[in-house]
């Protein structure tokens, strides 16, 4: 089965932190870009943060500038978005998304990406709140 499974979520109050996991199966993730999106209620899906093959680059909303940091293990087929100093406006259903990598650099894939995705997840809910 091809599949990616995002897992980590959960309800956590403000200034806290949380760890998503995007784990792939049935495929190389180490084949891929992978982005981070998520969709608040009520709002459109927002590019969060992306990551390169090798995990050489990385990249992120300005929202979440300083606060996040991605990162990936592809010996364990394995990214993750390690979530700090986390705000109500950060609740929302998070996604992974494996994008197939460019053979050219664009300003708008800054990570490698072509914006071609292959896989993506079910999504995981967080909930930042008092």
């Known amino acids: 089965q091809l599949q990616l499974e995002e897992s980590g979520g959960g309800l956590v109050q403000p200034g806290g932190s949380l760890r998503l996991s995007c784990a792939a199966s049935g495929f190389i993730l180490d084949s891929y870009v992978i982005v981070w999106f998520r969709q608040a209620p009520g709002k459109e899906r927002e590019g969060v943060s992306c990551i390169s093959k090798s995990g050489g680059s990385t990249n992120y909303a300005d929202s979440v500038k300083g606060r996040f940091t991605v990162s990936r293990d592809n010996a364990v087929n394995t990214v993750y978005l390690q979530m700090n100093s986390l705000k109500p406006d950060d609740t929302a259903v998070y996604y992974c998304?494996?994008?197939?990598?460019?053979?050219?650099?664009?300003?708008?894939?800054?990570?490698?990406?072509?914006?071609?995705?292959?896989?993506w997840g079910q999504g995981t809910q967080v909930t930042v709140s008092s």
């Open positions: 998304a494996a994008d197939r990598p460019s053979s050219y650099y664009s300003s708008n894939y800054p990570c490698g990406g072509s914006g071609s995705y292959d896989y």
